[in-house]
């Protein structure tokens, strides 16, 4: 979709329980822009993308700045650092559960953070917005497992968006960590169905998307524009 990125693809075109499709060119999700050539620049112009939605830690956007605010000037730039402040509390957070619980402990653990994140979403130009994280598997995973929660996708396309970052990166991160265990870089990029299936579960005992999104502080009309991106 955007040279040099591994993990970039619309959220458009995802079917619904109620047997609609949502809507394309609203939100797109990535990895770190930091990345993009020249020619990935121009893909992202050419898409119209009006918001990037930087959900790094400080930290990870002062080792790889994001191009978007010096080369694309009429892109809104956001940076929101999602789930925790700094690497080390990250850490703290990944060893608190398996991959296959890990969503259901972001939604339980840390609502302030996501609330900031889908209210910059919820407040953005209609445009297509784009989010991203380093890998853009797992805090960006789990804005956009939510959101399309939000918009009734069916269970198994929230799921397998989930899962198909595991093979987006899979090969290219053997490729430039060659020097680290193949093993561990395997389990590092995995992203197990499973965790979609059991957040679904946890949004269910919250009363749904919906519920869970106003329990964590969202009001109704940003709730309802949250929706609207994607149906």
């Known amino acids: 979709m955007f040279p040099s990125l591994l993990n970039a693809r619309d959220l458009g075109g995802y079917p619904t329980v109620d047997g609609a499709l949502t809507r394309p060119r609203s939100l797109l999700r990535s990895d770190d822009l930091a990345q993009l050539s020249t020619e990935g620049l121009a893909a ?26 010096q080369q694309l000037p009429h892109v809104r730039y956001v940076s ?3 789930l925790t402040d700094s690497p080390a509390d990250w850490g703290a957070l990944g060893g608190y559960c398996a991959k296959e619980q890990w969503k259901c402990a972001v939604l339980e653990r840390l609502r302030p953070q996501l609330r900031r994140a889908l209210a910059v979403i919820s407040a953005a130009a209609p445009g297509p917005l784009l989010f991203h994280c380093v890998a ?18 069916a269970p198994e396309a929230i799921a397998a968006d989930y899962a198909v970052s595991t093979t987006n990166l899979r090969e290219a991160y053997l490729r430039r960590r060659g020097d680290e265990d193949p093993a561990a870089i395997a389990e590092a990029v995995r992203c197990p ?39």
């Open 44 to 69: 992202l112009t050419a898409y119209g993308v009006e918001t990037v939605l930087d959900l790094r830690w400080p930290e990870e956007i002062a080792a790889a700045p994001s191009p978007v605010p």
């Open 136 to 153: 853009g598997k797992d805090r960006t995973g789990i804005i956009a497992a939510l959101l399309l929660a939000l918009a009734d996708v």
């Open 193 to 231: 169905e499973e965790a979609v299936y059991n957040m679904l579960d946890y949004l269910e005992g919250a009363g749904g998307a919906a519920a869970y999104l106003r329990g964590i502080g969202l009001g109704s009309a940003e709730i309802a524009r949250l929706r609207d991106r994607l149906r």
């Open 80 to 82: 929101v650092s999602l």
